[in-house]
């Protein structure tokens, strides 16, 4: 059925879990999400980023429509969340669109600017009822730029800061930079575990982890031991669709149909969902 990102964010923290969050571009990306989150048998929730949104002619609706149509079919919870935000006018179609959550992402501005443009996002977000997440220190390697150097000032969130930021801002969740970077092909990350510690000891909302493809799976199960409530993962799955994909054309050089290619990326995407759900912790107790 379809569930609220707010209602899987707090089941998950209360059980000193986390909730996976899959990034969705294509059809197939929907529905291998949803298969994989009932193979593992988790709640899940599928989101949807600026990006992709542009990548879809600038339209939310075709694809936010196909993943609520599976959301209400799945049998496991799964909610829909509006990722990376940094347009107003993409904000303001989440409620009609079927969302229950947004991220909204001002972490590239200075302090002062992100937390006004967040806390005007958090206003207009808690008047509709949504979920709203935040960032504070930038998790690089959007868009093609250059992953922070992991040292520099801005490549970590403090946490004094952190909680400021939240205090002022309203926010529900905080995305929080403490080593990962967007966009890794390799599963090479390391954490900074004891700044995850911090951050989960000084803050009271969820963090959420963000540029997750780059980590191992015990990377990912320590993040959620100490204090990761979402984590959002989305390379991996273009990972595992393209590499099948390639490999299928490549052994069928006078293929045509595209249900052939599209049903190898689709299981590959299937595969990784449910290894990455397994490595954050099975299935719920109950
Ligand atoms: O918000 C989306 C995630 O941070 C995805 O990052 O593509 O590096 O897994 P990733
Ligand atoms: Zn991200």
């Not at 694809?63 to 303001?92: F, G, K, Y």
């Not at 922070?148 to 004094?160: E, K, M, N, W, Y």
């Not at 959620?224 to 390379?235: E, S």
């Not at 390639?246 to 290894?275: F, I, K, N």
């Given at each position: 059925?379809?569930a609220?990102?707010?209602?899987l964010?707090?089941r ?7 909730v ?17 989150a009932?193979?593992?048998?988790t709640p899940v ?31 496991v919870p799964v909610a ?204 719920p107790?109950?």
């Amino acid at each position: 059925p379809l569930a609220t990102t707010g209602d899987l964010v707090t089941r998950a923290a209360a059980a000193r879990r986390a909730v996976a969050a899959f990034n969705i571009i294509t059809l197939e990306h929907v529905e291998a999400v949803v298969a994989g989150a009932e193979t593992a048998g988790t709640p899940v929730v599928l989101q949807v980023s600026e990006n992709a949104v542009k990548y879809r002619y600038g339209r939310l609706l075709p694809l936010a429509r196909a993943a609520v149509a599976a959301a209400e079919r799945a049998t496991v919870p799964v909610a829909l969340h509006l990722d990376h935000v940094q347009s107003d006018t993409l904000l303001r179609q989440a409620p009609q669109a079927g969302f229950s959550s947004v991220m909204y992402d001002a972490s590239r501005l200075p302090y002062a600017e992100n937390l006004a443009a967040t806390r005007a996002a958090a206003d207009w977000a808690h008047a509709r009822g949504l979920w709203i997440e935040a960032e504070l220190g930038q998790v690089g390697g959007k868009n093609g730029q250059p992953p922070l150097d992991a040292h520099a000032p801005g490549a970590r969130t403090d946490p004094a800061e952190a909680r400021a930021f939240v205090a002022d801002s309203g926010v529900d969740a905080l995305a929080v930079a403490v080593g990962s970077v967007h966009a890794m092909t390799t599963r090479t990350a390391t954490l900074d575990h004891d700044l995850v510690k911090r951050l989960a000891g000084t803050l009271d909302v969820p963090l959420v982890l963000h540029g997750s493809s780059g980590l191992p799976d015990g990377e990912l199960a320590a993040a959620v031991a100490h204090g990761i409530t979402k984590v959002n993962v989305g390379t991996a799955l273009n990972i595992a669709m393209t590499g099948a994909i390639r490999e299928y054309l490549a052994a069928r050089p006078e293929a045509v149909d595209s249900r052939g290619y599209l049903t190898v990326g689709r299981e590959a995407m299937v595969r990784t969902v449910v290894e990455i759900v397994r490595a954050l912790g099975g299935p719920p107790p109950g």
